[in-house]
C-alpha cells in the first residue's frame, strides 16, 4: 500500500521563525518527491522538487532520505504569506505518473 | 507564465445527471491528469491521459468516469450519473514529460443535491 502520512498541524510561528516538516512514505518504490502548497480552497501549487542530494531555494530547503524514507521541508524567516497548507507528494515505480499526496501539514504565521 | 485552466469554476448539479468538466493544459505538456479533493480531505488521483488514451486510472476512476480530448486543446472529464458522494474539487493537470512536475489548474468545484 502506497501511503504519505504528515502531521497535519496547525504549526503556528511567529515571523521570521524557522519551520520544519517531515514527511513519511510507506513504499520503498519510490520515484519522485515534491513539496507543494496548498491555500485554502485554491489548486496545489508546486514548491519545489526534492533530489537524492538535497535542495534549496531561497528560503525553502528540502531534504531526502531514502533509508529512512522521509522527506523534509524547511522554511526559514517565515513570512506572513508562508501561512498555508504543505502537502507532501511522491510517485512510485510503475504506479505510472500518479501523484500520492499527503494530507498536508497546516502552516500559520503570525505578526 | 502557461497556465492551465479550468471551466466551470462551480458547478452545480442533480444526482442522477451527466456533468461535464473541461480544461485547458499547458500547451506544450503532453501528459494530462485528473485529481479530486473532498472537502477536508487528501488529493486524490483519478486519471492519467497520454497519446489520446488512458495510461493509468484509479479505483476511484469507475465506469461513471470517462476522459476525452475532443480537440488539441481541451481535456474533459465527463461523470455520466452522478451521486452525492461525487461532490468535491476536480482539478486538472498537466506535465510536459511523464515524470515531470505536474502543474494544476484552479479547480472545479462540484455540487451534487
Known amino acids: 500500500r502506497k501511503e504519505v502520512e504528515q502531521d497535519p498541524g496547525p504549526f503556528n510561528v511567529p515571523e521570521g521563525a524557522t519551520v520544519a516538516f517531515n514527511c513519511t512514505y510507506s513504499n520503498s518504490a519510490s520515484q519522485s518527491f515534491f513539496w507543494y502548497r496548498q491555500d485554502c480552497r485554491k489548486e496545489p501549487k508546486l514548491l519545489m522538487s526534492?533530489?537524492?542530494s538535497g535542495n534549496e531555494d531561497g528560503r525553502f530547503t528540502a531534504q531526502l532520505n531514502r533509508a529512512s524514507q522521509y522527506i523534509s521541508l524547511l522554511i526559514r524567516d517565515s513570512k506572513l504569506s508562508d501561512s498555508a497548507t504543505y502537502l507532501c507528494?511522491?510517485?512510485?515505480?510503475?504506479?505510472?505518473?500518479?501523484?500520492?499526496f499527503g494530507g498536508g501539514t497546516r502552516l500559520m504565521v503570525k505578526p | 507564465e502557461p497556465e492551465v485552466t479550468q471551466t466551470p469554476s462551480h458547478q452545480v448539479t442533480q444526482m442522477g445527471q451527466e456533468v461535464i468538466l473541461r480544461c485547458v493544459p499547458i500547451?506544450?505538456?503532453?501528459?494530462f491528469y485528473w485529481y479530486r479533493q473532498i472537502l477536508g480531505q487528501k488529493v486524490e488521483f483519478l486519471v492519467s491521459?497520454?497519446?489520446?488514451?488512458?495510461?493509468?486510472k484509479s479505483e476511484i476512476f469507475d465506469d461513471q468516469f470517462s476522459v476525452e480530448r475532443p480537440d488539441g486543446s481541451n481535456f474533459t472529464l465527463k461523470i455520466r450519473s452522478t451521486k452525492l458522494e461525487d461532490s468535491a474539487m476536480y482539478f486538472c493537470?498537466?506535465?510536459?514529460?511523464?515524470?515531470?512536475?505536474?502543474?494544476f489548474g484552479p479547480g472545479t468545484r462540484l455540487t451534487v443535491t
Open positions: 526534492v533530489y537524492s
Open positions: 493537470a498537466s506535465s510536459k514529460l511523464g515524470g515531470d512536475e505536474q502543474y
Open positions: 507528494v511522491v510517485t512510485y515505480n510503475n504506479a505510472g505518473n500518479m501523484l500520492t
Open positions: 491521459f497520454y497519446n489520446n488514451e488512458i495510461s493509468e
Open positions: 500547451s506544450n505538456h503532453l501528459y
